[in-house]
């Protein structure tokens, strides 16, 4: 797009007002350049020998064409890739909080088995304690100290 932007300022010195046709947006969204590329790539084509004589390849329409493919893929292919994060993050979420239900479950029970055994409930305290980081929970522990804690208590 630079190129036929570039080369469309040298024809508007014979044609007036080609450039402002073929101006680059800066800093624009991905559809809106997408949009604008495919702009170019239409109005450039009844202008295309004259883009050819200032040195643009035969087949820079098309180069650009290609292009424009590329990069529509690339963005349907990282907006994908955010869904599937969204998706993915959800479903941990689910399976933490589903965790969490279970941990606060087996506590009544650890806690009524063990009632009198005050270090094995201490053991079973530290193997519990979860950790909030971020906005986000997340089990400091692992699911191990947790078992053998229940597992000393004889539950």
Same mark, same amino acid.
């Given at each position: /797009?630079?190129?036929?932007?570039?080369?469309?300022?040298?024809?508007?010195?014979?044609?007036?007002?080609?450039?402002?046709?073929?101006?680059?947006?800066?800093?624009?969204?991905?559809?809106?350049?997408?949009?604008?590329?495919?702009?170019?790539?239409?109005?450039? /084509?009844?202008?295309?020998?004259?883009?050819?004589? #200032?040195a643009?390849?035969?087949?820079?329409?098309?180069?650009?064409?290609?292009?424009?493919?590329e990069?529509?893929?690339?963005?349907?292919?990282?907006?994908?890739?955010?869904?599937? #994060?969204?998706?993915?993050?959800?479903?941990?979420?689910?399976?933490?909080?589903?965790?969490?239900?279970?941990?606060r479950?087996?506590?009544?029970?650890?806690?009524?088995?063990?009632?009198?055994? /005050?270090?094995t409930?201490?053991?079973?305290?530290?193997?519990? #304690?979860?950790?909030?980081?971020?906005?986000? /929970?997340?089990?400091?522990?692992?699911?191990?100290?947790?078992?053998?804690?229940?597992?000393?208590?004889?539950?």
């Amino acid at each position: /797009m630079e190129a036929i932007s570039r080369t469309a300022r040298a024809l508007a010195i014979d044609t007036p007002g080609l450039d402002d046709k073929f101006r680059v947006p800066r800093a624009v969204a991905d559809q809106v350049l997408i949009s604008v590329a495919r702009a170019f790539a239409r109005d450039a /084509m009844p202008l295309a020998s004259q883009f050819v004589s #200032h040195a643009l390849p035969d087949d820079f329409i098309a180069d650009l064409e290609r292009s424009i493919a590329e990069f529509d893929d690339a963005t349907r292919d990282q907006q994908e890739g955010r869904d599937t #994060h969204v998706a993915a993050r959800a479903s941990i979420d689910s399976a933490l909080e589903s965790g969490l239900e279970a941990v606060r479950r087996l506590d009544a029970i650890v806690r009524n088995r063990l009632r009198d055994d /005050m270090a094995t409930i201490a053991v079973w305290d530290r193997s519990r #304690h979860v950790e909030r980081r971020n906005s986000r /929970m997340k089990v400091e522990a692992p699911a191990v100290a947790a078992t053998a804690a229940t597992e000393a208590a004889g539950v």
